[in-house]
């Protein structure tokens, strides 16, 4: 896998989980800035596994012009229950439904935000583009390209949607 963003910020563990994985005005800024439409998540449900699940589907705007113009996608959310208390550690399987070979792969993003002290934590997020069957060398290098540059560009904005969260955030708590 590949680690697209790892960083510790000024915001605690539990408003990081708010943030990324509730519906927060934070989501739905970030979804307006990525031209996510279409979104409609399911809320949190519990697995008698007592792990935690939730779909999302959503359509995303695509900027290759080759690949077309949107996407319809379902992201399959997980809340593992066996971590550390504060601490909160989601995997998310993103399937493309329009791009061409869209029945060849899936991404899983897992996301990890670890508690660093009472308004700190780290939020690190391991990315893997997963095959559900071999495609030909030439497809697959394609579609690893493809899927690593969209990928990167969607965590960097991500890390600097979350910066100015943050600015804004602690700005508050000085002028208070
Ligand atoms: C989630 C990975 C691949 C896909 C895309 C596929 C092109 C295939 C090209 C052919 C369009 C929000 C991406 C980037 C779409 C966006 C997905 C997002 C950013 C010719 C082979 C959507 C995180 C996420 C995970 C995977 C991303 C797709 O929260 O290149």
């Known amino acids: 896998g590949r680690v697209y963003l790892n960083k510790v910020f000024h915001i605690s563990a539990e408003k990081m989980f708010e943030l990324l994985f509730t519906d927060s005005s934070f989501t739905q800024r970030f979804m307006t800035i990525r031209k996510i439409t279409n979104a409609s998540l399911d809320p949190w449900q519990r697995e008698g596994s007592g792990n935690m699940k939730r779909t999302m589907n959503y359509t995303i705007a695509i ?10 996608a379902t992201e399959n959310q997980t809340l593992f229950k066996d971590v550390p208390e504060g601490h909160y550690m989601v995997d998310a399987e993103v399937f493309t ?4 070979y869209h029945d060849y ?8 935000i ?7 934590c780290r939020l690190r997020v391991l990315t893997d583009v997963k095959y559900k069957k071999q495609p030909w060398g030439l497809v697959k290098s394609f579609i690893n390209k ?3 540059s969209g990928i990167e560009d969607y965590f960097k904005q991500l890390e600097s ?7 804004e955030m602690n ?3 000085r002028d208070a």
């Open 161 to 167: 949607e979350l910066l100015e969260e943050e600015a």
């Open 97 to 100: 439904h329009d791009v061409p």
């Open 114 to 120: 670890t508690r660093s002290s009472r308004r700190k």
């Open 63 to 72: 900027s290759n012009p080759l690949i077309g113009k949107c996407s319809r």
């Open 146 to 148: 493809n899927s690593w």
């Open 105 to 112: 792969f899936y991404t899983q993003n897992r996301y990890a």
């Open 171 to 173: 700005q508050g708590a």
